[in-house]
């Protein structure tokens, strides 16, 4: 690691797991700095203000989902093993047990209650994403559907993701322990595509030596 950005990505891990447990209203400055072992000084030197602290810090914690999703389609792929591999991302993404924890925390909470960071959020990181969800549906979907009803279906399928992480701990109650633990990154990528192909009228089913095919 540069030693140059090391007051700057502590300031970063400091102020995300602040921010994620007290919200930007809540958070100090000064707070986020004695966590960090910094002088107060250093927030103004890298970040300007509070403010864009804050926005950096949500940004860091939405970092590598549009990295890992443009995806170079091998050529003749089909559009649903297209989209299974989109789906397997972003459940890969979503699940990651080795991101920091308040990663998570700090995306539900700017989601659930959108600051100034929310525009850039969609315009760095969530937008590049929907624009590969939106080709791959592009390639499904009736040629005259509307816009709208495009993204209406994009929900559909990135919220039957996100629901494995904002609703674990009822899911986990509803279930119980035993069947719970059959709700694997493997199993969940799996329901959503096939639950998904299934609404968009298409099938995947897996063949023998571990490939799919599309009915």
Known sequence: ????DEPRTRLLEA?????ADKGFEGATVREI?????LNIAAVNYYFRDKERLYIETVKQAACGLPETQRQAWPPNTPPA?????????????????????????MMMHELANPTSACAELVRDYIAPTAGVLMEILGEI?????????R????FSIVSQCL??????PIAKLLVGEEDFAAFTRDHIAEHVTQFSLAALGLTMQPSTNGAHTVR
């Not at 993204?151 to 994009?154: A, D, E, H, Q, S």
């Open 81 to 105: 093993e297209k989209l299974r591999r989109f789906i397997r991302v972003m459940v890969d993404h979503l699940t990651d047990s080795n991101k920091p924890a308040w990663h998570t925390r």
């Open 15 to 19: 102020a995300g797991q602040v921010f």
């Open 163 to 168: 629901y494995y992480v904002q609703n674990r």
């Open 1 to 4: 690691m540069n030693t140059t």
């Open 33 to 37: 700095c004695k966590r960090a072992k």
């Open 151 to 154: 993204f209406m279906t994009g």
């Open 141 to 149: 979907l009736p040629p005259d559907m509307p816009r709208w009803k």
